[in-house]
């Protein structure tokens, strides 16, 4: 009868604790992470649109893609550390401005995210700026069943090693 009662008292503390450590993970692995699509407009007409990953922990950007319409400007980044929310690059024009020279400068920050957009060509020089916006991206749930697999397995690595049956021994 002791036997029954402990491995039924086992088996309901070891799922409780996966419960615990699935939630707990999941909340602070997508509390940190916000991605927002930008979108920006330059005088000309030019376009600059992409993604954005914004690290609240970090105060920074994550990781972005970005392009720039009627240009041969594309770039993307990632770094866990931050560093991808300033952008500095000269390429040429695509289209109408296929002639032309540009210089794109800016920085992603939450409550300004200024960008100068410098076309050169034929006409002279032309600096023009805009305010890029930013709209949150509803990210999808990861699955719970593979973190449910993942707990389960170290868990039955526990039992198997013996570490669990050592630490209630120390406890009683």
Same mark, same amino acid.
């Given at each position: 009868?002791?036997?029954?009662?402990?491995?039924?008292?086992?088996?309901?503390? #070891?799922? *409780?604790?996966? /419960?615990? +450590?699935?939630? *707990? =993970?999941?909340?602070?692995?997508?509390?940190?992470? @916000?991605?927002?699509?930008?979108?920006? !407009?330059?005088?000309?007409?030019?376009?600059? %649109?992409?993604?954005?990953?914004?690290? *609240?922990? #970090?105060?920074?950007? !994550?990781?972005? !893609?970005?392009? +720039?319409?009627? &240009?041969? /400007?594309? *770039?993307?980044?990632? %770094?866990?550390?931050?560093?991808?929310?300033?952008? /500095?690059?000269?390429?040429?024009?695509?289209?109408?401005?296929?002639?032309?020279?540009? @210089?794109?400068?800016? $920085?992603?920050?939450?409550?300004? &995210?200024?960008? =100068? +957009?410098?076309?050169?060509?034929?006409?002279?020089?032309?600096?023009? $700026? !805009?305010?890029?916006?930013?709209?949150?991206?509803?990210?999808?749930?990861?699955?719970? @069943?593979?973190?449910?697999?993942?707990?389960?397995?170290?868990?039955?690595?526990?039992?198997? &090693?013996?570490?669990?049956?050592?630490?209630?021994?120390?406890? =009683?």
């Amino acid at each position: 009868m002791t036997t029954i009662r402990c491995s039924i008292t086992r088996f309901v503390v #070891l799922w *409780a604790l996966g /419960f615990g +450590l699935i939630v *707990a =993970a999941s909340g602070t692995a997508r509390a940190d992470s @916000i991605a927002y699509n930008v979108l920006g !407009t330059f005088s000309n007409g030019q376009h600059l %649109s992409g993604q954005i990953t914004w690290n *609240a922990a #970090l105060n920074s950007v !994550t990781s972005s !893609t970005l392009s +720039l319409s009627s &240009s041969t /400007f594309s *770039a993307s980044c990632s %770094s866990p550390s931050g560093g991808c929310g300033a952008v /500095f690059a000269g390429f040429w024009g695509a289209g109408t401005l296929s002639k032309s020279y540009e @210089i794109l400068l800016g $920085a992603f920050l939450p409550n300004s &995210s200024l960008f =100068a +957009l410098t076309v050169t060509g034929s006409e002279g020089i032309r600096i023009m $700026a !805009t305010n890029v916006s930013w709209a949150r991206v509803a990210v999808p749930e990861e699955s719970i @069943i593979s973190e449910l697999l993942i707990v389960l397995v170290g868990f039955g690595w526990l039992v198997k &090693s013996g570490a669990l049956s050592q630490f209630r021994k120390r406890v =009683a």
